[in-house]
């Protein structure tokens, strides 16, 4: 790797100042999955200073307050997928942080590393934008809070400043007669990129009728969305398989209307609604 | 490039030492410390032949910075053994035939180590859970999962 100065900041205003000292100059380092992997390819950016965020201990921690669950960036997937919170309140992103590369990439990998690196099959992110998540950016100049789901600009782009860091996501707590679920399909059955997945949630009233709905693909648009025109087919409906068929070749459609049909489409088309339909049936 | 002085505990010995930040845990064991039982294969964090215990957790070596261990405790393979004996798991992978080539044993039983640490009674499901993250090209894998599965008994 090339040499670079490397800082590991004792707390947040520390981190917060070298970023505004360097800037795009600076990388920030937490779990290292991603980034140590962009730093050994041989035609990479020299960094001046990487900046090593896991000292930071106020950036770690998944708690629940009246009605949200809070996130701490620093927050590992295998945190995510063992945390008690996050079984009874958030099951889908538990799931997708269950099937995350490997046992050794989730003791290390972050949620918040999973957000700010963008890539268009990070497994977080489907379920965060299904739950209608927020984060908080913190700079020396403020503090910013934005909707997830307005974060991305495209793969590898978010609207983040150079000096801001991430430090707080957050998001309602899904109600009890609510059902999620998080479906990953990949390569392999482990240690795999999500080729397509779906983060689905669907909210029920007391007698078994869908009223809200919410279907969110992953590594198959342009930028996270969800998919309104498919979720609007569910409401004041009864799960069936004829229902949530429906839905899934939906979602095919609008992922068509936004790619195009390229070389992967011939697969990615059937496979994606069949994926929505099974996402849309464990939460029946 | 400044170097950070780091203190660490290497199988179960203080280190206190000066490191260059741009090297992972993997060059440092290797070609610094002279462990080589940790093995390099993908350095992408695909294969887990380089996998090491950091505070307990199987990671990969190859994707951790060297100062990022500093305060932290790292077991590799060569510190499995204990006392001049096997550890359970060791003395099971030989008996089981579950090495082969022998390029993924460190890593399978440093991974095999931190699931029955923290679980010491696991279902075939965790077993292969746990070593999910580490290839093997020569056995199919059964061996290694009952080499574990004898160790549980």
Request: charged residues 20%; glycine residues 6%; contains cysteine.
């Given at each position: 790797?090339?040499?670079?100065?490397?800082?590991s900041?004792?707390?947040?205003?520390?981190?917060?100042?070298?970023?505004?000292?360097?800037?795009?100059?600076?990388?920030?380092?937490?779990?290292?999955?991603?980034?140590?992997?962009?730093?050994?390819?041989?035609?990479?950016?020299?960094?001046?200073?990487?900046?090593?965020i896991?000292?930071?201990?106020?950036?770690?921690?998944?708690?629940?307050?009246?009605?949200?669950?809070?996130?701490?960036?620093?927050s590992?997937?295998?945190?995510?997928?063992?945390?008690?919170?996050l079984?009874?309140?958030?099951?889908?992103?538990?799931?997708?942080?269950?099937?995350?590369?490997?046992?050794?990439?989730?003791?290390?990998?972050?949620?918040?590393?999973?957000?700010?690196?963008?890539?268009?099959?990070?497994?977080?992110?489907?379920?965060?934008?299904?739950?209608?998540?927020?984060?908080?950016?913190?700079?020396?100049?403020?503090?910013?809070?934005?909707?997830?789901?307005?974060?991305?600009?495209?793969?590898y782009?978010?609207?983040?400043?150079?000096d801001?860091?991430?430090?707080?996501?957050?998001?309602?707590?899904?109600?009890?007669?609510?059902?999620?679920?998080?479906?990953?399909?990949?390569?392999?059955?482990?240690?795999?990129?999500?080729?397509?997945?779906?983060?689905?949630?669907?909210?029920?009233?007391?007698?078994?009728?869908?009223?809200?709905?919410?279907?969110?693909?992953?590594?198959?648009?342009?930028?996270?969305?969800?998919?309104?025109?498919?979720?609007?087919i569910?409401?004041?409906?009864?799960?069936?398989?004829?229902?949530?068929?429906?839905?899934?070749q939906?979602?095919?459609?609008?992922?068509?209307?936004?790619?195009?049909?390229?070389?992967?489409?011939?697969?990615?088309?059937?496979?994606?609604?069949?994926?929505?339909?099974?996402?849309?049936?464990?939460?029946? | 490039?400044?170097?950070?002085?780091?203190?660490?505990?290497?199988?179960?010995?203080?280190?206190?030492?000066?490191?260059?930040?741009?090297?992972?845990l993997?060059?440092?064991?290797?070609?610094?410390?002279?462990?080589?039982?940790?093995?390099?294969?993908?350095?992408?964090?695909?294969?887990?032949?380089?996998?090491?215990?950091l505070?307990?957790?199987?990671?990969?070596?190859?994707?951790?910075?060297?100062?990022?261990?500093?305060?932290?405790?790292?077991?590799?393979?060569?510190?499995?053994?204990?006392?001049?004996?096997?550890?359970p798991?060791?003395?099971?992978?030989?008996?089981?035939?579950?090495?082969?080539?022998?390029?993924?044993?460190?890593?399978?039983?440093?991974?095999?180590?931190?699931?029955?640490?923290?679980?010491?009674?696991?279902?075939?499901?965790?077993?292969?859970?746990?070593?999910?993250?580490?290839?093997?090209?020569?056995?199919?894998?059964?061996?290694?999962?009952?080499?574990i599965?004898?160790?549980?008994?």
């Amino acid at each position: 790797m090339k040499p670079y100065d490397y800082i590991s900041p004792k707390s947040i205003e520390e981190a917060t100042s070298v970023l505004a000292e360097y800037g795009s100059d600076a990388k920030i380092i937490a779990g290292g999955t991603d980034l140590i992997i962009e730093l050994r390819r041989p035609n990479a950016k020299a960094l001046k200073v990487i900046v090593d965020i896991t000292k930071l201990g106020e950036l770690t921690g998944i708690n629940s307050s009246n009605g949200s669950v809070v996130i701490k960036p620093l927050s590992t997937h295998t945190k995510l997928l063992q945390s008690s919170i996050l079984h009874q309140h958030a099951l889908l992103l538990s799931s997708a942080a269950s099937v995350i590369g490997s046992p050794q990439i989730r003791n290390r990998g972050t949620i918040g590393g999973n957000i700010m690196n963008a890539a268009t099959c990070a497994d977080t992110v489907p379920p965060l934008i299904a739950l209608g998540a927020q984060v908080v950016l913190q700079s020396k100049s403020g503090i910013r809070h934005l909707s997830l789901s307005d974060l991305f600009i495209k793969p590898y782009q978010t609207k983040a400043k150079a000096d801001e860091l991430l430090t707080e996501i957050q998001f309602p707590k899904l109600p009890v007669n609510a059902k999620s679920s998080f479906i990953k399909l990949g390569r392999r059955n482990a240690l795999s990129i999500s080729r397509l997945s779906v983060a689905a949630i669907l909210f029920y009233d007391n007698n078994g009728k869908i009223i809200k709905a919410r279907i969110v693909p992953g590594a198959a648009l342009p930028v996270w969305r969800r998919v309104t025109e498919a979720e609007q087919i569910l409401i004041s409906e009864k799960p069936s398989y004829k229902l949530f068929t429906e839905a899934g070749q939906k979602v095919s459609e609008v992922m068509i209307s936004y790619m195009g049909r390229r070389w992967s489409t011939e697969y990615k088309e059937p496979v994606i609604a069949t994926l929505v339909r099974r996402a849309l049936e464990q939460c029946a | 490039m400044n170097r950070q002085t780091i203190s660490t505990t290497i199988n179960r010995r203080i280190y206190t030492i000066d490191v260059y930040p741009n090297q992972t845990l993997l060059e440092f064991l290797r070609e610094e410390l002279g462990f080589t039982g940790t093995k390099c294969g993908c350095e992408i964090g695909e294969c887990g032949a380089c996998t090491v215990l950091l505070n307990g957790e199987a990671v990969n070596s190859c994707l951790v910075l060297v100062p990022q261990i500093d305060g932290k405790e790292v077991l590799t393979i060569e510190g499995l053994a204990k006392d001049r004996k096997l550890h359970p798991l060791q003395e099971s992978f030989m008996n089981y035939d579950a090495v082969h080539c022998g390029f993924c044993t460190p890593g399978m039983l440093m991974s095999a180590k931190a699931l029955l640490d923290k679980n010491p009674n696991p279902d075939e499901r965790e077993i292969r859970t746990a070593i999910s993250g580490n290839l093997c090209r020569c056995t199919g894998y059964v061996q290694i999962v009952d080499a574990i599965k004898e160790v549980i008994k």
